[in-house]
Nanobody, 128 residues
Framework: QVHPVESGGGSVQAGESLRLSCAAS????????MGWFRQVPGKEREGVAT????????DYADSVKDRFTISKDNANNILYLQMNSLKPDDSAMYYC???WGWGCSVVSGAVLRGLDVRGQGTLVTVSS
C-alpha cells in the first residue's frame, strides 16, 4: 500500500481550519529546509511557509501570516501546516517540498519549479 506524502486537505467553509501533514520520511536524505507551496491550475507555484528543520525558524507568505503555522515533528519526521481562518483564496493543491533553497525564505513563481516534490499534493477547497 502506498501512503500519500501529503494529507489533510478537504472542503471547508471560510473561517474554518485544516491541518495538513507531510510524510517527510519519503525524503531519505536529511534536509535543512522544508516548505509548503500551493498551486492553482494555470498559475505558478506560490510559496506558503518554510521551516529550518534544525532550529525551527520559519518564514511565511504575507497572505498567510498570522493564520498559518508550519511545524515539524522531528521524532516522527512529519511536516505540518496548521491553517486557521481559511479564505476562499486559500483554495489550491498544497504540496510539501524538501531542499528548499533561497536561504529558506518563502518565494513564489517559476523559481519553485525545481523543487524536490515527492507527493501528489492534497487539495484544499474553501467556500465562502
Amino acid at each position: 500500500q502506498v501512503h500519500p506524502v501529503e494529507s489533510g486537505g478537504g472542503s471547508v467553509q471560510a473561517g474554518e481550519s485544516l491541518r495538513l501533514s507531510c510524510a517527510a520520511s519519503v525524503y531519505t536524505r536529511r534536509t535543512r529546509c522544508m516548505g509548503w507551496f500551493r498551486q492553482v491550475p494555470g498559475k505558478e507555484r506560490e510559496g506558503v511557509a518554510t521551516i529550518i528543520t534544525t532550529d525551527g525558524s520559519t518564514d511565511y507568505a504575507d497572505s498567510v501570516k498570522d493564520r498559518f503555522t508550519i511545524s515539524k515533528d522531528n521524532a516522527n519526521n512529519i511536516l505540518y501546516l496548521q491553517m486557521n481562518s481559511l479564505k476562499p483564496d486559500d483554495s489550491a493543491m498544497y504540496y510539501c517540498a524538501a531542499d528548499w533553497g533561497w536561504g529558506c525564505s518563502v518565494v513564489s513563481g517559476a523559481v519553485l519549479r525545481g523543487l524536490d516534490v515527492r507527493g501528489q499534493g492534497t487539495l484544499v477547497t474553501v467556500s465562502s
